[in-house]
């Protein structure tokens, strides 16, 4: 069956193929009953229809979604035949149930298409879930050896008396139940994807924000050379918020 702007048979007259073909787009046949004089198929006489032997014929659109899919072709061979109704709507039933057909195959296509995306969709979240498992105890067992040993070392050097050692170790152990509590809502996607991430509005001061800040951005602006100017008023204040967020 042809795509649009096929020619339905050989022909060298392309021309008059596509004067056929815009008699069956505005019409709902070809009924031609001399075929080798009809202007509509003329140009097969040669090529086409004198070699086979064909008189008449009765061309049906095979129409789907707006468009000429095929043509139910019916040739005569044999004294020129003149095409009855009754041949005109056989033809036409024919061509419909061909159209139905098609469509339905497309539909199935379509259906089948949508399950293998469905599939892929419930591998793939199958396979971000076991990532996010691995990926939880990876990101977490380290993190919590660090923020473990950041508390051993607060309470050595506060029994040894190395007083000079204790804000850094502070800002270790800060940092990392910061970034602890970050990741366990990172990694916790069901509940972002499910729209019920919430936060935990609660009033805090703004300068040991501030200062929290400032300790985990100031080894990576030394580290790089710059400098970080903080300027905070004496007394900032509080905000009602989600502080971790």
């Not at 001399?34 to 229809?49: G, W």
């Not at 979604?65 to 019916?74: D, F, L, P, T």
């Not at 339905?104 to 199958?126: C, F, P, Q, Y």
Request: glycine share 6%; with cysteine.
């Amino acid at each position: 069956m042809p795509e649009d702007g096929d020619h339905l048979y050989k022909s060298t007259d392309a021309g008059k193929t596509w004067t056929q073909l815009a008699a069956l787009d505005s019409g709902l046949f070809i009924d031609a009953h001399e075929a080798a004089t009809d202007p509509r198929t003329d140009c097969f006489q040669a090529t086409y229809f004198a070699p086979l032997g064909i008189t008449s014929l009765l061309d049906a659109p095979i129409v789907s979604r707006g468009r000429i899919r095929g043509v139910v072709c019916n040739e005569h061979v044999g004294p020129a035949r003149r095409w009855r109704p009754e041949d005109a709507n056989l033809a036409a039933t024919l061509a419909s149930l061909v159209s139905v057909a098609l469509e339905t195959n497309e539909r199935r296509r379509a259906e089948e298409a949508l399950a293998r995306a469905r599939d892929e969709a419930l591998t793939a979240s199958r396979v971000k879930g076991q990532f996010l498992a691995n990926m939880s105890h990876e990101l977490r067992t380290p993190l919590n050896a660090i923020i473990g040993y950041s508390e051993l070392l607060q309470e050595q050097a506060a029994t040894q008396g190395s007083s000079e050692s204790l804000p850094d170790l502070a800002k270790i152990h800060s940092a990392g139940k910061h970034l602890l509590a970050l990741i366990n809502d990172i990694l916790d996607l069901s509940k972002i994807e499910a729209g019920k991430m919430e936060l935990a509005a609660a009033p805090f001061d703004v300068a040991p924000l501030v200062e929290d800040v400032v300790a985990t951005l100031g080894p990576l602006v030394e580290r790089n050379g710059n400098t970080l100017a903080v300027s905070v008023p004496p007394a900032p204040g509080s905000l009602c918020q989600d502080r971790l967020r």
